[in-house]
């Protein structure tokens, strides 16, 4: 089981990761949240980034530290 957050509303939400096709064939990987656990995606909490949350809804999104 991967990275899961609990927001200030009291929702929890689990953290995945994907991949993205840049031009030139490149890829990147890209990470969400979902407000239920994904077991193929799911993932943990990469140490170069910080979870923020956004001020209007609480839904939380990965910021770089």
């Known amino acids: 089981m991967g990275y899961s957050h609990k927001n200030s509303k009291g929702i929890t939400y689990y953290l995945n990761?994907?991949?993205s096709k840049l031009t030139g064939g490149y890829s990147a990987?890209?990470?969400?949240?979902s407000g239920k656990p994904k077991s193929e995606t799911?993932?943990?909490l990469p140490n170069t980034h910080?979870?923020?949350e956004n001020p209007r809804n609480g839904v939380p999104f990965?910021?770089?530290k």
């Open 62 to 64: 990965l910021k770089k």
């Open 42 to 44: 799911a993932c943990d």
């Open 29 to 33: 990987p890209i990470y969400y949240f």
């Open 17 to 19: 990761k994907g991949q």
């Open 50 to 52: 910080k979870v923020v």
